[in-house]
């Protein structure tokens, strides 16, 4: 896996990848992600970004967003602050 996977109308994001951007290990992402600490968004692009797709993960108050194209390949890749972390939904 080059990283990024689309899985029918989602995507697979190899741990490794939040492992880096967040600072933990992988084994600890998935923990984080089991317990609601990690959540995620899935955004389709519309217009000019049709074709494109925005996937941003939170941990506590740090986001790694990632703009990816249909096979997976990571265009953009952004680390920032957020004030608070989107709640999960139920």
Same mark, same amino acid.
């Given at each position: ?26 084994? +600890?992402? =998935? &923990? ?13 692009? %519309?217009?000019? !970004? ?9 941990? +506590?108050? =740090? &986001? ?13 890749? %952004?680390?920032? !602050? ?9």
């Amino acid at each position: 896996m080059s990283g990024v996977e689309r899985d029918g109308d989602s995507f697979v994001v190899d741990a490794a990848i939040l492992a880096a951007a967040f600072g933990i290990s992988a084994s +600890e992402i =998935r &923990a984080s992600m089991q317990d609601g600490r990690i959540t995620s968004r899935c955004e389709t692009g %519309s217009g000019d !970004d049709t074709g494109r797709w925005r996937l941003t993960f939170y941990l +506590e108050r =740090r &986001a790694l967003r990632l703009t990816v194209n249909a096979e997976g390949e990571v265009l953009k890749r %952004s680390i920032f !602050d957020v004030s608070s972390a989107p709640s999960r939904a139920p």
